[in-house]
Nanobody, 114 residues
Framework: QVELVESGGGLVQPGGSLRLSCAAS????????MGWYRQAPGKQREPVAI???????NYRDAVKGRFTISRDSAKNLVHLQMNNLKPEDTAVYYC????????WGQGTQVTVSS
């Protein structure tokens, strides 16, 4: 059973930064794809950033140039560095992993407000 645990969310002012982390219970090398999704109130969950096992990354247009996804295979961690945060980035952020199955973390709240 795979467990994903997110951390690093919180309240930040517009223009601020946060770094989210996703800790996997096993080796992240077994996943073909890992990524971050977000869900704002009243909206559908949407992909934010993904990273493949080969290190290829992709971002939704709204976060390009502001967010960076990375992974630390030795520590089984995936990070999302979020800079220049905007109020529209407010959402619950979920870690996702895909391999022989699909797994989700429990989510971490990110609130961008002055």
């Amino acid at each position: 059973q795979v467990e994903l645990v997110e951390s690093g969310g919180g309240l930040v002012q517009p223009g601020g930064s946060l770094r989210l982390s996703c800790a996997a219970s096993g080796s992240i090398l077994m996943f073909n794809l890992m990524g971050w999704y977000r869900q704002a109130p009243g909206k559908q969950r949407e992909p934010v950033a993904i990273i493949t096992s080969g290190g290829i990354t992709n971002y939704r247009d709204a976060v390009k140039g502001r967010f960076t996804i990375s992974r630390d295979s030795a520590k089984n961690l995936v990070h999302l560095q979020m800079n220049n945060l905007k109020p529209e980035d407010t959402a619950v952020y979920y870690c996702n992993a895909q391999g022989r199955g699909t797994w989700w973390g429990q989510g971490t709240q990110v609130t961008v407000s002055s």
